[in-house]
């Protein structure tokens, strides 16, 4: 009897040590929860299920600084967007340096973009579907997943590296098909409860986190090297993936590039002209100056030039 009752104590003091840091993680130093909506499977690499965010979810951001921002109305990077049936979506595509949680989301590139062309064309609303460990592979898939709800206007996929390392990642010859179990909800059990409890409980989001992070389930960031071994084999798989968002977009489509080498980026604009792609680059965005302790993620002044590079571009294209 005596060791049931130090068995209860001491759950008891466990469940009372988890509230009590769970107060301290959410209320005083105010990490967020998930955030989470759910998980579907077929837009990463096939193999990884894609995390759909909770409209105006809160997340934490700790490069530049410890910042909580809010996602927008639709669970995306940026400032509210209109989704009335008289609205023309922009999508936009890229890696983390698109999506850019590290800035306010009013400050982002995307949303200087969309505060602009508001400007030209009030029923123009930008989707930021810009996503971290996203290569031009991936974003293809996140942009048809998004198409079943919004119907795209333009298409516009930044580039910041070729991706070769991350290309690797990939069954070769790349199939561009969807797969069977393209955007289906993963609806497991263990999924479902793990999302539920995450939601819930800023401390349990935590921990999990940093597991992760330790067993390197995030890809993490694309390698910066553009050296002639990385280009020559990141350059075909990115052509390839230039060839089938032409086929599927047209006119459309437009791809921009801020990779830092003059060489690589004249030789996507060759590709570019001879499938009648729009294209266009500036190399000297991601300079140290624009960048989180000159070399991180862009900061405020290079989401600045970004935003101005991607608004000057689009209307030299579009708004002759």
Not at 127 to 146: I, N, Q
């Amino acid at each position: 009897m005596v060791h049931v009752k130090k068995t209860l104590l001491l759950f008891c003091a466990m469940i009372l040590a988890f509230l009590a840091a769970e107060i301290v993680i959410k209320n005083i130093i105010g990490y967020p929860p998930y955030g989470v909506k759910m998980k579907v499977f077929g837009i990463q690499n096939f193999t990884r299920t894609q995390k759909i965010y909770l409209p105006n979810s809160p997340y934490w951001v700790v490069e530049g600084g410890n910042h909580v921002y809010y996602r927008n109305n639709l669970g995306l990077p940026g400032t509210d967007i209109r989704v009335a049936d008289s609205q023309k979506f922009i999508f936009i595509l890229g890696s983390s340096f698109m999506e850019a949680y590290q800035m306010p989301p009013g400050k982002m590139a995307s949303s200087l973009f969309f505060s602009s062309i508001q400007k030209a064309d009030p029923d123009l609303q930008v989707l930021d579907l810009g996503s971290s460990g996203h290569d031009p592979y991936d974003s293809y898939f996140r942009a048809l997943y998004f198409t079943r709800s919004y119907k795209p206007d333009k298409i516009i996929l930044l580039l910041d590296n070729i991706y070769s390392d991350w290309m690797k990642r990939h069954r070769h010859p790349l199939d561009f098909e969807p797969s069977s179990e393209f955007g289906r909800e993963d609806n497991r059990f263990t999924t479902r409860i793990s999302t539920l409890m995450r939601n819930n409980f800023s401390i349990l989001d935590l921990f999990i986190r940093a597991v992760s992070k330790k067993n390197n389930e995030d890809p993490g960031e694309s390698p910066r090297q553009t050296d002639v071994q990385a280009a020559n084999t990141g350059i075909p798989d990115m052509q390839t993936c230039l060839q089938h968002y032409a086929s599927k977009y047209g006119a459309d489509f437009t791809c921009l590039s801020i990779i830092p080498d003059t060489t690589i980026n004249r030789n996507l604009a060759s590709f570019c002209k001879t499938l009648n792609i729009n294209f266009r680059f500036d190399p000297c965005i991601l300079i140290p100056e624009n960048r989180i302790n000159q070399n991180g993620h862009l900061n405020e002044k290079g989401n600045y030039e970004l935003g101005k590079f991607i608004t000057g571009s689009f209307a030299e294209i579009y708004q002759k």
